[in-house]
């Protein structure tokens, strides 16, 4: 099955315009007291376990990358070279890893939130209930869902987009059908990722729940539990699932539900990562200043 790359981060934007960038508790609180949170009472994973080692910004571990790329809402890396960047303003952009450049895939795509990308397409979630598609070669794109509540985290997995909305709902738009709910009661997650096998992870930010979602029955459990909201959901190439809270990064075995410490970042107001199939972590920094590297996250 084809997994797509994705990430996804609180709506900031990019220097050229005119939007400043909001802090993390306010964006959180915003978010929050838009919506109803409700889930299942489970069994929490085992406490993290005690810090082995932060992560300073800059320094050979984290390094700015790309200082003109400003704050995207979303990051996409696709393979060693390139990542696809989202903006709140409505804009796509192509990243190369190496240099640091920028290329405008394409704009006006309406007040985006979330981004992943999967054969040739990047597909783009947006706060008005917009789901599209669009042609990473050509630019070219269309909607392939409509008028659903705020839309959010984004991933591809098989021949299925996936996203979660602001009631707290897993949607799937399959290729050619129309799109349905099929998980509830998920709280408010800003971010969707995808294992191999096919179960979905969301973050709770509301209840500080990571769950995992079976998408085929809708059956959901929950792997961890935090008293900070959690976010930046991702699956690494290990097959653990990664999280942050407030600045520490956490993993959860899906299988044991042991969850361990991985970092804390330090010197760097970052509200998420996205994973890079290397094990690396993109992250945009506060206040616009631009795209950073955090080498080799997931062998810590």
């Given at each position: 099955?084809?997994?797509?790359?994705?990430?996804?981060?609180?709506?900031?934007?990019?220097?050229?315009?005119?939007?400043?960038?909001?802090?993390?508790?306010l964006?959180?609180?915003?978010?929050?007291?838009?919506l109803?949170?409700?889930?299942?009472?489970?069994?929490?994973?085992a406490?993290?376990?005690?810090?082995t080692?932060?992560?300073?910004?800059?320094?050979?571990?984290?390094?700015?990358?790309?200082p003109?790329?400003?704050?995207?809402?979303?990051?996409?890396p696709?393979?060693?070279?390139?990542?696809?960047?989202a903006?709140?303003?409505?804009?796509?952009?192509?990243?190369?890893?190496?240099?640091?450049?920028?290329?405008?895939?394409?704009t006006?795509?309406?007040?985006?939130?979330?981004?992943?990308v999967?054969?040739?397409?990047?597909y783009?979630?947006?706060?008005?209930?917009t789901?599209q598609?669009?042609?990473?070669?050509?630019?070219?794109r269309?909607?392939?869902?409509?008028?659903?509540?705020?839309?959010?985290g984004?991933?591809?997995?098989?021949?299925t987009?996936?996203?979660?909305?602001?009631?707290?709902?897993?949607?799937?738009?399959?290729?050619?059908?129309?799109a349905?709910?099929?998980?509830?009661?998920?709280g408010?997650?800003?971010?969707l990722?995808?294992?191999?096998a096919?179960?979905?992870?969301?973050?709770?930010m509301?209840?500080?729940?990571?769950?995992?979602?079976?998408?085929?029955t809708g059956?959901?459990?929950?792997?961890?539990?935090?008293?900070?909201?959690?976010t930046?959901?991702?699956?690494?190439?290990d097959?653990?699932?990664y999280?942050?809270?407030?600045?520490?990064?956490?993993?959860v075995?899906?299988?044991?539900?042991v969850?361990?410490?991985v970092?804390n970042?330090?010197?760097?107001n970052g509200?998420?990562?996205?994973?890079?199939?290397?094990g690396?972590?993109?992250?945009?920094?506060?206040?616009?200043d631009?795209?950073?590297?955090?080498?080799?996250l997931?062998?810590?």
């Open positions: 099955m084809m997994r797509s790359s994705t990430a996804t981060r609180l709506p900031l934007d990019r220097p050229a315009r005119s939007l400043t960038g909001r802090g993390r508790t964006g959180v609180a915003l978010a929050l007291g838009a109803l949170v409700s889930g299942a009472t489970m069994a929490l994973a406490p993290a376990v005690a810090a080692g932060d992560i300073t910004c800059p320094s050979t571990d984290c390094v700015r990358i790309a003109a790329a400003g704050a995207p809402v979303a990051i996409a696709v393979d060693a070279g390139t990542a696809y960047l903006y709140s303003g409505g804009d796509l952009l192509k990243l190369d890893l190496a240099t640091g450049a920028l290329t405008t895939v394409t006006g795509l309406g007040n985006l939130r979330g981004v992943a999967a054969d040739g397409n990047a783009i979630t947006a706060f008005d209930g789901l598609q669009v042609s990473l070669a050509t630019g070219a269309r909607t392939l869902a409509a008028g659903l509540p705020s839309l959010f984004v991933a591809r997995f098989g021949t987009t996936y996203v979660t909305d602001g009631n707290g709902e897993i949607v799937a738009v399959p290729d050619g059908g129309t349905h709910v099929v998980a509830t009661g998920l408010f997650s800003y971010g990722a995808f294992d191999k096919g179960f979905a992870y969301t973050a709770d509301g209840q500080g729940r990571i769950l995992q979602t079976n998408v085929a059956a959901t459990r929950v792997l961890a539990g935090e008293s900070y909201e959690p930046s959901i991702s699956v690494g190439g097959g653990l699932v999280f942050m809270v407030g600045d520490e990064v956490k993993r075995n899906p299988v044991t539900g969850q361990s410490h970092t970042f330090r010197g760097i509200f998420s990562f996205s994973l890079a199939a290397s690396d972590a993109y992250m945009a920094g506060g206040a616009g631009g795209l950073w590297r955090i080498s080799g997931t062998s810590r």
